[in-house]
Nanobody
């Protein structure tokens, strides 16, 4: 089995910063990508940022220039550094890992989510 452990959510004032972390552990053969999605009340879940196994980073237009995603390959860990936070960034943030189990089965896992609240 593979476990995802998320951390770093919380309450912050507009203009502030937070860093979210997600670490995957367990029976992992390889990882194609790791990323963060978010879902605000009444809205669909959307991609915030992801990083591929080759290091290619993808960002939502709304967070470009404010959020940075980095992966620590030795630990299967991904960090999302968020600065200049806005009230519209308020959402539950979910970690996602896409890859392969060590039994060669495909794997796409979601974390339980961590709440980020940005007050105005």
């Amino acid at each position: 089995q593979v476990q995802l452990v998320e951390s770093g959510g919380g309450l912050v004032q507009a203009g502030g910063s937070l860093t979210l972390s997600c670490e995957a552990s367990g029976n992992i053969l390889s990882i194609n990508s790791m990323g963060w999605y978010r879902q605000a009340p009444g809205k669909q879940r959307e991609l915030v940022a992801s990083v591929s196994g080759r290091g290619t980073r993808t960002y939502a237009d709304s967070v470009k220039g404010r959020f940075t995603i980095d992966r620590e390959y030795g630990k299967a860990l991904v960090n999302l550094r968020m600065i200049s936070l806005k009230p519209e960034d308020t959402a539950v943030y979910y970690c996602n890992v896409d890859g392969t189990h060590d039994n060669h089965d495909a794997m796409n896992l979601w974390g339980k989510g961590t709440l980020v609240t940005v007050s105005s």
